[in-house]
């Protein structure tokens, strides 16, 4: 069976600090994966996804960025955080197009 | 651009009462997907629907798909304090496998 693990769970960082997500996929080779960002109560924004080693695209233009660096592995960055960075990430990944996109846990990231 | 639009945006209700959410495009999807969420954890999926006019049970919630495939709505029967949370609707944007979603909606049930 396939497991999708993001940490740290919980992050509290001052502004200007970076910031280094990960998220690790099990049990499933070459998946697409995903990093969203939600407001409390909110939908979910699509901020990169990747369909292989190296490869990012970027939905939205932002302080953060993504890399792939192995295939079940994803992580999202940042050099100098900011406030409005504060929220809720999820990471995400699909098998194959047209079946079902599974949701790690999600970190929480408040920026003071 | 494809956009679902969820109503309504938060819903409290008492216990027992019925409710339905609703999620509307003016763009034709190839399914829709509705999720649960919880305070601090990951969208759980509960149920995918592909062709237009299906319905799809799953105990107390019934699933509807429109049969333009441009809608769906969620009805939960006899609501329990336990359906409460956050519920997405999803549908695909692309052959990337990205999922364009609404809003959501906020349910509350009351004991």
């Known amino acids: 069976s396939q497991t999708i693990h993001q940490w740290p769970a919980t992050l509290v960082q001052p502004v200007g600090s970076p910031l280094s997500l990960e998220c690790t996929v099990e049990?499933?080779?070459?998946?697409?994966l995903y990093w969203y960002r939600q407001a409390a109560g909110r939908g979910l924004q699509l901020l990169f996804y990747?369909?292989?080693?190296?490869?990012i695209s970027s939905e939205v233009p932002q302080n953060l960025s993504a890399s792939r660096p192995q295939d079940r592995q994803f992580i999202l960055s940042s050099k100098k955080l900011l406030l409005s960075d504060s929220g809720f990430y999820l990471c995400?990944?699909?098998?194959?197009?047209?079946?079902?996109?599974?949701f790690g846990p999600g970190t929480r990231l408040l920026v003071l | 651009t494809q956009l679902l639009e969820q109503s309504p945006q938060f819903l409290s209700i008492q216990e027992g009462e019925n409710l339905t959410v609703y999620c509307n495009s003016s763009?034709?999807?190839?399914?829709l997907q509705w999720y649960r969420q919880e305070p601090g954890e990951g969208p759980v999926l509960l149920v995918t629907?592909?062709?237009?006019?299906e319905v799809k049970k799953l105990k107390r919630l019934t699933f509807q798909f429109g049969d333009a495939r441009k809608d769906s709505s969620l009805h939960i029967t006899a609501a329990q304090p336990g359906d409460t949370g956050l519920y997405l609707c999803?549908?695909?944007?692309?052959?990337?496998?990205?999922?364009?979603f609404g809003q959501g909606t906020t349910l509350q049930v009351k004991p």
């Open positions: 995400a990944y699909l098998r194959a197009p047209g079946e079902t996109q599974y």
């Open positions: 049990g499933t080779s070459n998946p697409n």
């Open positions: 990747s369909v292989g080693i190296g490869q």
């Open positions: 763009s034709v999807f190839s399914s």
């Open positions: 629907v592909v062709t237009g006019g």
């Open positions: 999803a549908g695909p944007g692309s052959n990337t496998g990205k999922l364009i």
